[in-house]
């Protein structure tokens, strides 16, 4: 890093030829992300891998090292990982348990992979997990090792209350973020990804979901979630509604994709309620807020209530792929075989994860992520206050999001002034060169969102509000000169 706070490469990187022979220029992206961190690595990826990749067109680096919150590229900058992995390192880069508990593995010479038969270190895991969860949901819970992401939990969890209520349709929401397979996806908000795709589930009916900041009906506050409240229940008591009797809601309690939007307490409370009176299934979408990140353990505590599924998949990891459902176990009326997958026995998924998840237990990092949400909460919102560009900030505990507007863009009625995509991506790509990854969410990917590992201390969060708010400062000069 020189004077001016810019990351620069090392003068003498390494070269690689034997990469550059297999590129032309035709083949790689011309654009400001790529050539501002011109790379090898990049420019062979473009050339050789699948046009739908994702992370490197805004985050245009080659990491070779991680260690805790930091990384380091393969030209020698270092970074702050405010990504980690999508929230999957809740404990961050080689975490010494993470480490240790894989080694053991090694040692012990565990079977890699087990399909579903039991072992030792997934009884282990699951006894962690178990011990995590709250004692009202795990005293009647069974678990579904699926594959080893997310989206397969998904998958897992329509099949299963589809199968115990005999149902078909199921209830998402505006703003929902549940995976890529054809299931997950029929149940995402985003039509972005589903605008080629044909096949999707039927019967899938999206419902508003609460925002003060843009609420869907315009009221914001009590009154907005009262009325989308309000809304869902006379839609699904009306005879006349269209909507048959469905097999399950889905939902996040913060949601992650669609901009990092908490549901407040209270509305949840009443969803809840109005499932239980209806005999709804109501699964709770775990796999980014799950294992301390939002200031709890699991999201759905802070309102009190006790779903019927958990997917989780994400931190339960320790890094490692690794998805599970758990569910009441009088829903368990699938038969033998219903769901399966090749790689639902990861026996160092297992071992990483149960280390995870003790270490965060025992260590209480759920309130250690509560307290540094706040502290980077109170400096994020000081940033704002001071910023044009930056309308809204939001979160819970270490899941927080800055939304990013036009601030003299044109509005309608009394909503805030429109999304700045553009701009959201400059302060991306400005973050990146002040040595600070972050990624973007939300409509229009216009809300920079911060994922820092648990363990982040108050020192750093200070340095990733530094970082970012200079990063800002850069950003509105660079739109003022455009102007």
Known sequence: MDASGILRPREDREEKPELRSVLTEKAYDQNPFYTSFDNTYLKHQNAIESNARTYPRRLPVALKTGRGILVTDTEGREYIDCLSGAGTLALGHNHPVVVEAIRKALEDEVPFQTLDLPTPVKERFIGELFATLPADFSADAKIQFCGPSGADAVEAAIKLVK????????????????????GALSLTGDITAKAAISGLLPEVQF?????????????????GQQAIAHYIETLLDDPSSGIPAPAAMILEVVQGEGGINPAPCVWLRKIRDLTKRLGIVLIVDEVQTGLGRTGSLFAFQRA?????????????????????IVYHRDLDLWKPGAHAGTFRGNQFGFAAGAATIRHIRLNRLDQHAESMGNRLMH?????????????????????IGVEVIDPDGKRRGFEPPPPCPEMARRIQLNCLRHGLILELAGRSGSVIRFLPPLIVTGDQIDEIANRFERAVQTSESQRTTVE
């Open 304 to 324: 009190g209530i006790t779903p019927d599924v958990v997917v989780l998949s994400k931190a339960i990891g320790g890094g490692q792929p690794l998805a599970v």
């Open 163 to 182: 199968t115990a209520t005999g149902r078909r349709g199921l209830l998402s929401f505006h703003g929902s973020y549940h995976g890529m397979t054809i």
């Open 379 to 399: 400096e994020l919102a000081r940033i704002a206050s001071t910023t044009p560009s930056l309308g809204d900030v939001r979160g819970r505990g270490l899941m």
């Open 207 to 223: 419902l508003p979901y609460p925002s003060d900041y843009r609420c869907p009906f315009g009221i914001g506050g009590d009154s």
